[in-house]
C-alpha cells in the first residue's frame, strides 16, 4: 500500500524511461513552472527501470528537494504501468501529466490547473498546436487518433498529447490495463467526467529518443480501441435515489 501523508493541491505524474539527458532541465521548469503558484504541490517521477542512470540520478535529485518523490519499477513495464503507479501515491486533489522528454511545456501545467476550476471540469487535456515531428509521425498520429475515435465513437483531437491535468476523484473510477494512457479522456467520459481539450505548445526532441515504433503502436493501439469500445458497450451506470 503507498504510504499515507497529507494531501496536497497537485501531483505531477512523469512516467520516466532512459531520459537521463532530459531529467535535470525537467526537474528545473516543473519547479519553475509551479514554486511561484499559490499551491502546494509534488513531482512523482515513475522509473519504469531504467537502464541509462536515470533512477539513480533520480534519487540523488531528490536529496535536496523535498518536493520531489521518485517511484521505482523492479522490471519495465511501460507507460500505462508507470501512469498507474504515479496515480495511486499521487497526494494531489489534482494530478497533473506530463513526460519527461519535455516536447511539452512544464510551463503549461499551471494553465490546465486554472482551467479545472475556472471551467467547472473534471479534466483539461491538451491539444499539440504546431507539433514539431516529422511529417510521417504527424500523419500516423492522425490516423491512428481517427481510428480510435471512430472505434470510441468520441472526438478526442489529439489523445496522444501527454500534458493533462485531471481531478484525482475523477481518475480513481478508472480500469488499469496496458494501453491506458492513450484512452484516459474517453474513459474518464464513460465514468461521467466532464472533459475540456485546450490547445498546449510542442517543442521538438532535444536529448534521447522516441520509445515508440509506428507499426508496434498502431497494431496494440487498434487492439485496445476495440477494448474500449466494448467497456463502453458494456458499462453499468447507476444512480441512489
Same mark, same amino acid.
Not at 84 to 92: E, P, T, V
Not at 108 to 123: Q, W
Not at 202 to 208: L, Y
Given at each position: 500500500? @503507498?504510504?499515507?501523508? /497529507?494531501?496536497?493541491?497537485?501531483?505531477?505524474?512523469?512516467? +520516466?524511461?532512459?531520459?537521463?539527458?532530459?531529467?535535470?532541465?525537467?526537474? *528545473? *521548469?516543473?519547479?519553475?513552472?509551479?514554486?511561484?503558484?499559490?499551491?502546494?504541490?509534488?513531482?512523482?517521477?515513475?522509473?519504469?527501470?531504467?537502464?541509462?542512470?536515470?533512477?539513480?540520478?533520480?534519487?540523488?535529485?531528490?536529496?535536496?528537494? @523535498?518536493?520531489?518523490?521518485?517511484?521505482?519499477?523492479?522490471? #519495465?513495464?511501460?507507460?500505462?504501468? /508507470?501512469?498507474?503507479?504515479?496515480?495511486?501515491?499521487?497526494?494531489?486533489?489534482?494530478?497533473?501529466?506530463?513526460?519527461?522528454?519535455?516536447?511539452?511545456?512544464?510551463?503549461?501545467?499551471?494553465?490546465?490547473?486554472?482551467?479545472?476550476?475556472?471551467?467547472?471540469?473534471?479534466?483539461?487535456?491538451?491539444? *499539440?498546436?504546431?507539433?514539431?515531428?516529422?511529417?510521417?509521425?504527424?500523419?500516423?498520429? *492522425?490516423?491512428? #487518433?481517427?481510428?480510435? #475515435?471512430? $472505434?470510441?465513437?468520441?472526438?478526442?483531437?489529439?489523445?496522444?498529447?501527454?500534458?493533462?491535468?485531471?481531478?484525482?476523484? /475523477?481518475?480513481?473510477?478508472?480500469?488499469?490495463? #496496458?494501453?491506458?494512457?492513450?484512452?484516459?479522456?474517453?474513459?474518464?467520459?464513460?465514468?461521467? /467526467?466532464?472533459?475540456?481539450? +485546450?490547445?498546449?505548445?510542442?517543442?521538438?526532441?532535444?536529448?534521447?529518443?522516441?520509445?515508440?515504433?509506428?507499426?508496434?503502436?498502431?497494431?496494440?493501439?487498434?487492439?485496445?480501441? $476495440?477494448?474500449?469500445?466494448?467497456?463502453?458497450?458494456?458499462?453499468?451506470?447507476?444512480?441512489?435515489?
Amino acid at each position: 500500500m @503507498p504510504e499515507v501523508a /497529507a494531501p496536497i493541491d497537485v501531483s505531477v505524474v512523469v512516467p +520516466v524511461y532512459n531520459e537521463l539527458d532530459n531529467l535535470d532541465p525537467l526537474l *528545473r *521548469r516543473v519547479h519553475d513552472a509551479l514554486e511561484p503558484t499559490p499551491w502546494t504541490w509534488e513531482l512523482v517521477a515513475v522509473d519504469d527501470a531504467s537502464t541509462d542512470g536515470s533512477g539513480d540520478h533520480l534519487d540523488v535529485a531528490a536529496t535536496d528537494r @523535498p518536493w520531489l518523490r521518485v517511484l521505482h519499477f523492479a522490471a #519495465n513495464r511501460g507507460q500505462s504501468a /508507470a501512469l498507474a503507479a504515479g496515480f495511486r501515491h499521487a497526494r494531489g486533489r489534482i494530478v497533473g501529466i506530463l513526460d519527461a522528454d519535455l516536447q511539452t511545456y512544464p510551463e503549461d501545467l499551471p494553465t490546465l490547473v486554472e482551467r479545472l476550476d475556472t471551467d467547472g471540469v473534471d479534466a483539461v487535456v491538451g491539444i *499539440r498546436a504546431e507539433r514539431q515531428d516529422t511529417g510521417w509521425k504527424k500523419f500516423s498520429s *492522425r490516423f491512428a #487518433n481517427g481510428v480510435r #475515435n471512430w $472505434l470510441t465513437r468520441e472526438d478526442i483531437v489529439d489523445t496522444g498529447c501527454p500534458l493533462k491535468a485531471i481531478r484525482a476523484d /475523477a481518475l480513481r473510477q478508472l480500469p488499469v490495463f #496496458n494501453g491506458l494512457h492513450r484512452f484516459l479522456p474517453t474513459l474518464l467520459r464513460m465514468h461521467g /467526467a466532464v472533459v475540456v481539450q +485546450v490547445p498546449v505548445r510542442h517543442a521538438p526532441r532535444v536529448h534521447g529518443h522516441s520509445k515508440y515504433g509506428t507499426w508496434d503502436r498502431a497494431f496494440r493501439g487498434l487492439r485496445d480501441a $476495440l477494448g474500449v469500445r466494448w467497456l463502453q458497450d458494456r458499462h453499468v451506470d447507476w444512480t441512489l435515489r
